[in-house]
Structures are given as C-alpha cells and as structure tokens.
C-alpha cells in the first residue's frame, strides 16, 4: 500500500455532526473528497439537505442530512439507526456540532453554564457512546472531536469559562475512551484548533477590531485558519494513515500556543 493510498476512504461512512456550516461543513466536503458518504447531522433541517446536496454535487460522494439535536438522547439513537438503515455501517463520527456563551463567570447563570457543558461536552459522550456501540460490533472505527485551543490555554480578553471547561473536559473524556476501546479497534482523537474564519469570527473581525488586534498579536503565521484548513487533519485521523495514532490532541493553530 502505498502512502497516499493509506489516506484513501473510499466506500467508508462518516457521520459530521454540525457538518452544514464552518468548521463541520469543510471537515465533510474533504471526507466526501477523500471518498466517504456522509451524513450531515445538524438541527436546522433545510440548512443540512442544503449543505448535504452541495457536498454530493461537487465530490460524488452519496450523502444525506439527518436532523439531530445532540442535546437529545433519542435524537441520537435515531441519527445512528437511520444511518445504518441507509448505509449499513458507520467507519467515522466527527464530533463537531458546539457552542459558546460568553460572559463574566461571576455572572453566568446555571442554566448558560448547563447548555454550553450540555452541547459541548455531554453532547460529545452521547454521539460517542451510540455510535462506539456499532463500532465494537463491527470492529473498528475512528472518533474525532473538534476541541479547541481553548483545552490548552485560557482564551482572551473574550470571557469564556463554559467554553473552556467544556473543551478541556473533551480532551481528557477523549484519553479515557482512547484508552477503553483501543482493545476494539476503535481510535479516539481531538483536533484542536486555534481562531478559524467562520461567519461569527467574521463578526467579531468586524464589530471588535481591538478583540481582533489581540488575537492576531499571538498568531506566528499572523492569520487565521480556514474550515478549509482544518478537513486534511480529519481526513489523516479517520484513514488508515494514522492507523498508530489515538489519545491524542492535536493542535492546529497557526502557532498561536507556541509563546
């Protein structure tokens, strides 16, 4: 096998959770492109099958969107079922649907505390533990979380104690799973990125040029990454490419960490 063969995943099944925009939408075209059907799973329906049609008109890749909410037990139990009712099998899950509430912890209410661990977190374990379930019994599979920087250092001058409990608890949920279906064939790893051009980053570019100005002043390549940017490391995670390779955090961030 060669090396670029080793990256090949033709015939395999991702499941993106949040894959309809972002960081999600460019981590499904570039599974789609490596080969993958994919399924979008995403709340807004109509956003979904539009994101889903795009990726199969421009790949060839057979995709559908399942609306999920991985806030909800039974919504993920369905998106799984109806994913191997249509495809059979389930080779990759990204876990990359989340959200953040900012605000000053000594002003954060439970319930803001509650929905951001809720999605981010817990959200990360329910799509884990019903899809690692099939992967047991087939086998094999590859887990990825989409974490952040955010699990390595504290995020400024934006206030964000949810954000960042929720991503480091990613990343150490992310080590133990690693650990307990290694004898499974199943490998378990995060992508930790640094500030990505989304729509709210370009927001925030817009509306907060000194919030800006701060984060650029830490970025070595002093500019941000693209969704874009980020679908060739998930690609490498879910192939046979990194078959040697599960635990692990890794960082992509434009050196932003670095110092």
Request: include cysteine.
């Amino acid at each position: 096998m060669t090396v670029l063969e080793r990256f090949e995943l033709d015939g395999d099944v991702a499941i993106v959770t949040g894959g309809n925009r972002a960081i999600g939408r460019g981590i499904a075209t570039a599974l789609a492109e490596a080969g993958t059907d994919v399924v979008i799973a995403n709340r807004d329906a109509d956003d979904g099958e539009r994101a889903a049609a795009e990726i199969a008109a421009a790949t060839g890749a057979e995709t559908r969107c399942i609306p999920t909410d991985v806030a909800d037990d039974d919504s993920v139990r369905a998106l799984v079922d109806a994913t191997v009712d249509a495809f059979g099998e389930i080779d990759v899950l990204v876990n990359n649907a989340g959200l953040t509430i900012n605000g000053p912890a000594e002003e954060m209410t439970l319930a803001e505390w509650n929905r951001v661990l809720n999605v981010n977190l817990t959200g990360v374990f329910r799509c884990s533990r019903v899809v690692g379930r099939e992967m047991i019994e087939r086998g094999g599979g590859s887990i990825v979380t989409i974490s952040s920087i955010s699990a390595l250092v504290a995020n400024h001058p934006q206030p964000q104690v949810s954000y960042q409990a929720s991503k480091g608890g990613v990343d150490a949920f992310t080590r133990q799973l690693a650990s307990e279906w290694a004898e499974h064939d199943v490998r378990v790893n995060t992508i930790n990125p640094g500030y990505v051009r989304t729509d709210l980053i370009e927001g925030v570019l817009e509306n907060d040029p000194e919030m800006a100005e701060t984060w650029y002043d830490e970025m070595l390549q002093g500019e941000m990454a693209t969704p874009e940017d980020v679908g060739p490391l998930a690609v490498y995670l879910a192939a046979d490419a990194s078959s040697y390779v599960t635990g692990e955090s890794i960082v992509i961030d434009g050196g932003y960490t670095v110092r």
